[in-house]
């Protein structure tokens, strides 16, 4: 930590919306949430109308004025959009190219090439892990379920150890790495340096998603032992297509941007002066928006040309990237508001105050407020917001590693044991074929395996760092 004192914090924090004490405060929020969760679940309201409707909510229990609510709601929201908005845009599109185009197709055929036998819950977790990079989870499990169904029938092998892997791999990513969603907000919620997080997400990422993935795969296997369903393997993207994009083009492409972002944290890191050459070129070329926008660029000629789409058809594939979106950033950006609003009715003081009394350390800490808001709204996207807003003072006074490792608590909570509330839960449930008691037994535990071993690795990254 630096030298910042709480005293200082708190006189350099805008004034509150509200005069109420931390217990009304703390009501308040119990409230808040209580109302979202009752909302998602219980009338199956959309997420941004939820949260929404949380944030007022929030703000009339907290005793402060209608008016002041709403300017908070909006200015969190408009803020929030204005910082991840057209990342999220650029990684759809990203994602969208390569589905398409069959270089996600490319990339699983190239590996499974190479893979036999008990290998093969290795490759499917290096696959999931290489495509879920620039792709939503949804995406991603719709792209690799047909792959997952086809290896298992043909080869033989149980159907949860060749989909507990590839299910692991695509949920590490969604929740521990940059530019999904979570990730990207909780970094600009916290002020935290994207490219530090991304290579510590990645250092979490790696034993995280061998333990959930084919290390856990075996015990799932031994839960559960169920064939293959014939009737849901549907045809893949580039079935029938007459070019495909050459394997190496393709990983280029999907690792351009981390790899821009990784080399400007490094250069950031090794030669930390500004006004050099070198770092300001690297500043610029490693920036989210550029990175993105530079793969997106990249990709058209990598990906789109060399599947042989036309321009008319490029331009159709980047429109129908956006469209699925919106919701995305309507949730992101109300999130982004209810977080704003939780700031500015002071809990953040009110989670200063308390983490201090119950001597909680700030990366556990975040990682249950996570935990909790997962278990009872069933998104990560959602817990991950909320969860960033309320430890966001706590952030203040951190340095750049502590502060990206409170985002990678945070991911690793919003992880924790999704179940019947979560649409992913149902997702999976429905491809595989299974009840719901199996399904709690292999992806409900598998999403606490990733959880819980993101947060150890967290902790032991914050006592050597």
């Not at 390569?98 to 290795?122: C, F, N, Q």
């Not at 950033?329 to 003081?349: S, W």
Request: glycine share 10%.
């Amino acid at each position: 930590m630096t030298g910042l004192s709480v005293e200082t914090l708190a006189a350099a924090a805008p004034e509150p919306i509200t005069s109420a004490g931390n217990g009304q405060l703390g009501i308040a929020v119990l409230l808040g949430i209580a109302v979202i969760v009752l909302l998602i679940t219980r009338l199956k309201m959309h997420a941004f109308l939820a949260l929404t409707v949380g944030s007022l909510a929030l703000g009339s229990f907290a005793g402060a004025p209608l008016n002041k609510t709403i300017a908070s709601f909006t200015a969190g929201l408009g803020a929030t959009v204005a910082g991840v908005g057209v990342l999220i845009a650029l990684g759809a599109i990203l994602g969208k190219l390569l589905a398409d185009s069959g270089g996600a197709d490319e990339i699983v055929d190239t590996i499974l090439a190479r893979a036999k036998g008990r290998s093969m819950p290795w490759a499917m977790v290096l696959i999931a892990s290489v495509i879920g990079l620039p792709l939503f989870f949804e995406v991603g499990i719709v792209l690799l379920i047909p792959v997952v169904l086809l290896v298992a029938k043909r080869g033989n092998h149980s159907l949860m150890r060749i989909g507990i892997p590839a299910l692991a791999g695509l949920s590490v990513m969604h929740g521990l790495i940059p530019p999904h969603p979570g990730p990207l907000v909780a970094v600009d919620a916290l002020h935290a340096n994207l490219g530090v997080t991304l290579a510590l997400g990645v250092i979490v990422a790696v034993p995280t998603v061998i333990i959930a993935g084919p290390l856990f795969s075996r015990y799932a296997a031994r839960w559960v032992d169920i064939p293959a369903p014939e009737h849901m393997v549907p045809a893949r993207p580039s079935q029938g297509a007459a070019h495909r994009p050459r394997f190496g083009a393709t990983v280029f492409t999907v690792l351009l941007p981390v790899v821009l972002m990784l080399v400007k944290a490094l250069v950031d890191i090794v030669v930390n002066d500004p006004a050099n050459a070198v770092q300001k070129v690297t500043d610029v070329a490693g920036s989210p928006l550029i990175a993105l926008l530079s793969a997106v660029l990249v990709g058209m000629f990598t990906l789109g040309r060399a599947a042989g789409f036309t321009r008319e058809r490029l331009s159709s594939t980047v429109e129908k990237s956006l469209a699925p979106i919106a919701g995305i950033l309507l949730i992101v950006g109300a999130g982004g508001g209810f977080k704003q609003t939780l700031i500015d009715a002071g809990v953040g003081q009110m989670i200063m105050d308390l983490s201090k009394s119950w001597s909680i350390p700030a990366l556990l800490l975040a990682w249950l407020i996570a935990v909790a808001i997962r278990l009872a709204t069933g998104s990560a996207t959602v817990a991950t917001i909320s969860a960033a807003g309320l430890v966001a003072p706590l952030a203040a006074g951190m340095s750049t590693t502590e502060t990206a490792l409170l985002v990678l608590a945070i991911g690793s909570g919003s992880l924790f044991f999704s179940h019947v509330n979560d649409a992913g839960f149902w997702l999976v449930k429905e491809y595989f074929g299974m009840s719901v008691g199996q399904t709690v037994k292999t992806w409900s535990v598998m999403e606490t395996v990733i959880s819980v071993v993101g947060l150890g690795s967290v902790l032991l990254l914050s006592l050597v760092l």
